[in-house]
């Protein structure tokens, strides 16, 4: 089994793991973590110390985490810009990112705007029930209340 060594919090191994986590290819590899002994390992087969770093082949390890990506999209016929998720983390300008966001915040405003009409609704209709049944019993005001307060 190849291996993948990441460093934890490197922005550069979350993009390669990012990346093939949403390619379903995490299972193809072993995740080894920032080590002494990894360090070694990779300054002396590499010359210098650098996170990500994937295995391709007995002794290669590639370093670049755009390179990793693109050799791992090629081996397994990958498109990366397919990979929604990837995209939207780090692939996209921010200028798309922020276009994203902003059309994501006007659904869930509709979405807000919604739920609060029909809990009016509701309400509308809720109370005027009460009123027609407080204008048959005496005593309904309280009803009224208990019924508010057991409303969403």
Not at 50 to 77: T, Y
């Amino acid at each position: 089994m190849r291996r993948i060594y990441a460093k934890e919090g490197c922005p550069h191994s979350s993009k390669v793991l990012a990346f093939m986590a949403e390619a379903n290819l995490l299972h193809d590899y072993s995740l080894e973590y920032d080590t002494q002994e990894n360090r070694e390992m990779i300054k002396d087969r590499y010359g210098k110390v650098m996170f990500p770093a994937c295995e391709f082949g007995d002794e290669k390890l590639m370093i670049e985490s755009n390179d990793i990506i693109k050799a791992l999209a090629d081996e397994h016929e990958i498109d990366p810009n397919t990979l929604v998720a990837f995209q939207f983390i780090f692939g996209w300008p921010e200028s798309k990112r922020h276009t994203m966001y902003k059309t994501y915040m006007k659904v869930r405003m509709i979405q807000l705007f919604l739920n609060s009409f029909s809990r009016i609704i509701v309400l509308s209709s809720t109370f005027l029930q009460l009123i027609k049944y407080g204008t048959e019993k005496e005593g309904s005001l309280d009803q009224l209340m208990i019924h508010l307060a057991a409303l969403p």
